[in-house]
């Protein structure tokens, strides 16, 4: 059987991870935001009697090594093996996606061009002649929409016979000046199976990546003074190719004429993007999908919660066993989180696909942005903080697409105010379910006003120069129900095969520290927590479980209170409880992901800060609300 190893390139929403998903089914996200892929995913399948293993890189917007994606794309492309590339081009805008194309041609890496988008571009009177594309490319030319799975047959066809197609070398003519510097240090590589003159313009172009293959660097200098006419050779070089791309776009595209309204896109976007209403519309429209995601949370809740707790009662006869009581207790927290997280979860999932196809959350980014500058915050670290709103760990991991070591942990200090979807099931499902709307929102406030305090304290330590965030609009789409739904899966999988076994047996745990008479080990140590809070003493045991895994908080909350928790804890104990729960950095994953990024003497003070700090908060909280009502 032969195997193939096909790396999928190209720029950020180019549609990557949506052609992955086309190709070996829906195994991987899929966002209409940058910064979901800053590692490399992976997927295999056989075809025929071919294995091939598809490799889907950051999106870039050139070959260089200025960002973290950018870096993780060229190693995969120049550093490992790789028979081939898919490289995804916007039919809508070939002119800029050509640069990267054409760099890749001088690469001479065997490749496919993958032209998206095909139908955005027809409804703005683009047309282009893909014949006449793959003439001039000397590769392969095929137009497809990984969404309907148009022109994946094809695609897959050219790919199976890549190997087969003759090497045609692509060469962009530039300036004697600089192709004589190219000769010059080309002359002093050493052998390598990347083109000598590729690597020679990387070299020319200031990626010190690329002095590796060079015999003696001191040639640099030495082709550098036939560059006097050149002080910028990097941007010349850049200028010739940009020049090349945009000669080729114009060949081979047609403009046909097409009706000038303003098209719905656009006045929904001077709505959506207005200065002065934009913020306004963005915190409404949030306000909205967390009503609507109470609301249907909590419908989907009541009715899980009769079904779980008819289940639980034909166990009743048993209770004088104590192995049937430990196992019940088992249940119980299986049950809860049935009930609880996971209607939550899900339908955060939900509405966040549904957010991402249609093309809504890349708007939002753009208005939270502005608020961001205000903050002293890079633009670009609402992408992972948005991430957040999903879960924390790979959020954490996300923060590579920013500049800096410190603008990383700058923005990652502020995931201890982030609702992760786990959070957000706290906040829905024990706050709002038993409080009440009005407290759920009441707990979503504090977490802002306590995140701005930290925010504003923060960067008085840290001093970061904020930077402007580059991100391209996706047009408006039609979202497919079978991508919202699998995307919504993918991303809630782990809650269903690692959240839910840990229920169980922390349910169990529980059962037999009860039945044993050990949990007063465990609660009278840190009754000074409970007792700062305004809470029962046996509180504390859903917080520790919470760390460990932030779903289990409301399942182990229900094991020691009983589904009548509002029979138990008073209104302001349910919401004192939630802020507890909810401030800080979430659990012992994203305390793992913090020290593999950031160090362990980072990561520790960080997650001890944040829980002083979210202790503090709540019970301050507490104190204030108590004298108040």
């Known amino acids: 059987m032969e195997n193939l190893k096909i790396l999928l390139i190209g720029q950020p929403n180019v549609g990557k991870s949506s052609l992955l998903n086309a190709l070996v089914g829906p195994r991987v996200t899929v966002s209409n935001y940058p910064g979901t892929t800053v590692e490399i995913t992976k997927a295999r399948k056989k075809f025929n009697n071919t294995e091939i293993e598809f490799v889907d890189t950051p999106g870039i917007y050139s070959i260089s090594d200025r960002s973290e994606e950018e870096k993780v794309t060229e190693k995969a492309l120049f550093e490992e093996d790789k028979d081939a590339t898919i490289t995804i081009a916007d039919t809508t805008s070939l002119e800029r996606s050509f640069y990267m194309v054409l760099q890749i041609l001088e690469a001479q890496v065997p490749t496919v061009l993958a032209l998206n988008f095909v139908e955005d571009a027809k409804k703005r009177g683009i047309e282009i002649d893909y014949e006449k594309l793959g003439k001039i490319l000397g590769v392969p030319v095929i137009s497809l929409n990984p969404l309907t799975k148009k022109g994946i047959d094809k695609l897959l066809d050219a790919v199976l016979k890549i190997k087969k197609i003759p090497k045609r070398t692509f060469t962009i003519r530039y300036d004697d000046d600089i192709e004589r510097a190219i000769n010059k240090i080309s002359s002093q590589i050493k052998e390598t199976s990347i083109p000598k003159r590729f690597i020679a313009l990387r070299v020319l172009e200031g990626d010190e990546d690329f002095h590796k293959y060079l015999k003696d660097e001191r040639v640099i200098e030495d082709a550098k003074e036939s560059l006097k006419d050149h002080p910028k050779v990097a941007e010349d070089i850049s200028i010739t190719r940009y020049g090349t791309a945009s000669f080729i776009a114009e060949k081979v595209t047609q403009i046909v004429s097409v009706k000038k309204e303003k098209i719905l896109q656009e006045k929904v976007d001077n709505i959506l993007l207005h200065r002065i209403w934009s913020p306004f519309i ?50 119980n927290g299986l049950a809860a989180g049935v009930s609880i997280a996971l209607p939550y979860v899900f339908l955060f999932y939900l509405l966040l696909g549904l957010l991402e196809d249609i093309g809504l959350l890349s708007r939002f980014i753009v208005n939270a942005e502005r608020f961001l500058k205000k903050l002293r915050l890079p633009g670009k670290s609402f992408v992972p903080l948005a991430l957040g709103l999903g879960c924390t760990a790979p959020a954490i991991r996300a923060t590579r697409v920013l500049s800096s070591k410190k603008e990383q942990f700058h923005t990652a200090s502020l995931f201890a105010f982030v609702p992760c979807s786990s959070r957000i099931a706290i906040i829905m499902g024990i706050v709002g379910f038993y409080g009440g709307i009005k407290l759920a929102f009441s707990v979503f406030a504090t ?17 970061i120069k904020s930077e402007p965030l580059l991100l391209e ?61 305004g809470l029962p003493a046996v509180a504390v045991i859903p917080l520790i479980f919470g760390f460990l895994q932030k779903d289990l908080t409301g399942g182990m909350l229900v094991s ?12 302001l104990q349910i919401y004192t409880f939630g802020v507890a729960s909810t401030i800080g950095i979430p659990c012992i994953i994203a305390l793992g992901m913090f020290i593999r990024e950031f160090g362990f003497k980072k990561a520790i003070l960080l997650t001890s800060a944040s829980i002083i700090y979210g202790l503090l908060v709540a019970g301050l909280a507490w104190r204030i609300f108590s004298k108040i009502i």
């Open 447 to 463: 977490l802002s006003i306590a995140g701005l305090i930290w925010t504003f304290g923060i960067k008085k330590i840290i001093h």
């Open 282 to 331: 963005t915190v409404l429209f949030f306000l909205a999908i967390f009503g609507t995601l109470l609301f249907l949370g909590n419908l989907i809740q009541s009715v899980l919660m009769g079904l779980t707790e008819s289940f639980l009662s034909s166990f009743g006869t048993a209770e004088h066993s104590i192995i049937a009581m430990v196992l019940v207790q088992g249940l």
């Open 473 to 533: 609009l996706p047009p408006y789409r039609k979202p497919l129900v079978k991508n919202v739904l699998a995307k919504s899966w993918i991303r809630m999988k782990d809650f269903v095969y690692i959240v839910m076994p840990l229920l169980v047996i922390g349910g169990i745990a529980y059962g037999i520290l009860d039945i044993l008479g050990l949990t007063n080990i465990i609660i009278e140590p840190l009754s000074p927590i409970t007792t700062w809070l």
């Open 560 to 571: 020691v209170l009983g589904s009548e928790i509002s029979s138990v804890l008073t209104p």
